[in-house]
């Protein structure tokens, strides 16, 4: 072993780590009960239709899947008004972002990231021996920074990361500032708009006209938010015909398996599910947004189907104590947030019950008299450091 060549970039990147697993924490601490809202996911599980179509494709899982995924593209195209040419399918929406690294940055070049946000993009960039530059979210509200983000653009940028909604601050760009970036980024700099949990938001920018415009932009979607299907992984992007079919290229023969195939065309024909997902986030996360005002924590308005918030406490300390409890949130030390938490939109009963060991939580540590961090004490200040 201590002979071997590691390459330094992949030896030296961060490992991402997923929200905390239910099996895992009932055999922990000894719960049954367990509720997760760590990970984003669609409170209602796959769509039935879904499910019956990769049980019917699972009789013939003894031979290869489509080696290309013609049908899907099709679907896609379908679905957003574009050509199959326009799509570039994938393991999951990180698939897509690891393509993107491996196919536009080299060793030397930069990519602008813009914190705090989901940390794979650093995770990508840092592996293909590419520097991070890092331009930051306004402290107070989080929102973006466009002067600061061209500010930063030079002649070895080659990708410039947005994600909107953002994970895990819940704020977007607006069409105003989307289109001043676009208008004023240089040509040598691809824009990837990671826009998962669009199906959330309101107000959306147009980022399909950019495409059918032909600009430097990829967006990222993907099948595990409004979809619920995060366990079978499939994710696509959507460019101009000559950036996705170049993207293509990057991936590895049969890419996807023929259970995903079966499970996505099914997902994408049951428009009246998603419809039922995002009427039940929306009206959970208001609800989730108005009873966490009414607590001593400071959160933040979100369009995507979860929420930010800062306990007066030390973060780690509430979550682990949420836990004894029965919830899993999730801790935002892997997304540039120590002092925060993230929690995701769940069913009635699972927001109620998180709301309920929140607040228990909150007021034993307050009985404790538990000593409050540094950050915390800033009078519930959204501010956060690097």
Same mark, same amino acid.
């Given at each position: 072993?201590?002979?071997?060549?590691?390459?330094?970039?992949?030896?030296?990147?961060?490992?991402?780590?997923?929200?905390?697993?239910?099996?895992?924490?009932?055999?922990?601490?000894?719960?049954?009960?367990?509720?997760?809202?760590?990970?984003?996911?669609?409170?209602?599980?796959?769509?039935?239709?879904?499910?019956?179509?990769?049980?019917?494709?699972?009789?013939?899982?003894?031979?290869?899947?489509?080696?290309? !995924?013609?049908?899907?593209?099709?679907?896609?195209?379908?679905?957003?008004? &574009?050509?199959?040419?326009?799509?570039?399918?994938?393991?999951?929406?990180?698939?897509?972002?690891?393509?993107?690294?491996?196919?536009?940055?080299?060793?030397?070049?930069?990519?602008?990231?813009?914190?705090?946000?989901?940390?794979?993009?650093?995770?990508?960039?840092?592996?293909?021996?590419?520097?991070?530059?890092?331009?930051?979210?306004?402290?107070?509200?989080?929102?973006?920074?466009?002067?600061?983000?061209?500010?930063?653009?030079?002649?070895?940028?080659?990708?410039?990361?947005?994600?909107?909604?953002?994970?895990?601050?819940? *704020?977007?760009?607006?069409?105003?500032?989307?289109?001043?970036?676009?208008?004023?980024?240089?040509?040598?700099?691809?824009?990837?708009?990671?826009?998962?949990?669009?199906?959330?938001?309101?107000?959306?920018? !147009?980022?399909?006209?950019?495409? #059918?415009?032909?600009?430097?932009?990829?967006?990222?979607?993907?099948?595990?938010?409004?979809?619920?299907?995060?366990?079978?992984?499939?994710?696509?992007?959507?460019?101009?015909?000559?950036?996705?079919?170049?993207?293509?290229?990057?991936?590895?023969?049969?890419?996807?398996?023929?259970?995903?195939?079966?499970?996505? &065309?099914?997902?994408?024909?049951?428009?009246?599910?998603?419809?039922?997902?995002?009427?039940?986030?929306?009206?959970?996360?208001?609800?989730?947004?108005?009873?966490?005002?009414?607590?001593?924590?400071?959160?933040?308005? *979100?369009?995507?189907?979860?929420?930010?918030?800062?306990?007066?406490? !030390?973060?780690?300390?509430?979550?682990?104590?949420?836990?004894?409890?029965?919830?899993?949130?999730?801790?935002?030390?892997?997304?540039?947030?120590?002092?925060? &938490?993230?929690?995701?939109?769940?069913?009635?009963?699972?927001?109620?019950?998180?709301?309920?060991?929140?607040?228990?939580?909150?007021?034993?540590?307050?009985?404790?008299?538990? *000593?409050?961090?540094?950050?915390? #004490?800033?009078?519930?200040?959204?501010?956060?450091?690097?």
């Amino acid at each position: 072993m201590t002979d071997l060549s590691f390459n330094p970039n992949i030896a030296a990147a961060p490992i991402y780590v997923g929200g905390a697993a239910i099996a895992d924490i009932q055999k922990q601490y000894g719960i049954d009960d367990i509720i997760k809202l760590a990970s984003n996911e669609s409170p209602l599980g796959p769509s039935p239709r879904a499910v019956a179509a990769m049980q019917a494709a699972a009789a013939n899982l003894n031979r290869y899947p489509p080696m290309g !995924d013609e049908s899907l593209r099709s679907a896609l195209a379908q679905l957003h008004g &574009l050509e199959p040419d326009n799509f570039v399918t994938g393991n999951g929406g990180c698939d897509i972002l690891n393509l993107l690294a491996t196919a536009f940055l080299t060793p030397g070049d930069e990519a602008i990231i813009c914190r705090p946000t989901f940390p794979v993009y650093d995770n990508t960039v840092r592996r293909v021996g590419a520097q991070v530059v890092y331009v930051d979210l306004e402290p107070d509200n989080f929102s973006y920074d466009v002067e600061a983000m061209l500010a930063a653009v030079t002649g070895k940028t080659r990708l410039l990361y947005v994600c909107s909604p953002n994970n895990p601050t819940g *704020s977007t760009i607006s069409a105003e500032q989307l289109d001043t970036l676009l208008n004023h980024l240089p040509p040598h700099v691809l824009l990837v708009m990671d826009e998962v949990y669009y199906h959330f938001a309101a107000n959306h920018p !147009d980022t399909l006209g950019y495409v #059918r415009r032909g600009q430097n932009m990829v967006i990222l979607h993907s099948f595990s938010k409004a979809y619920g299907l995060a366990g079978l992984r499939l994710g696509y992007g959507i460019a101009p015909a000559e950036i996705a079919q170049y993207l293509s290229r990057a991936r590895l023969p049969f890419h996807l398996d023929s259970l995903t195939f079966a499970g996505g &065309l099914a997902a994408l024909a049951d428009i009246d599910y998603v419809d039922e997902v995002v009427r039940l986030v929306k009206e959970g996360r208001a609800w989730l947004l108005a009873q966490l005002g009414q607590l001593d924590v400071r959160v933040w308005p *979100s369009q995507g189907n979860f929420t930010l918030f800062k306990p007066p406490f !030390d973060a780690a300390e509430v979550s682990e104590r949420l836990l004894r409890r029965g919830v899993i949130s999730r801790p935002m030390t892997q997304f540039y947030l120590p002092t925060h &938490l993230r929690v995701t939109v769940g069913l009635p009963a699972e927001n109620e019950k998180f709301i309920a060991a929140l607040g228990a939580v909150l007021a034993e540590l307050d009985a404790e008299g538990a *000593s409050r961090s540094v950050a915390a #004490r800033q009078a519930g200040s959204g501010e956060f450091k690097f």
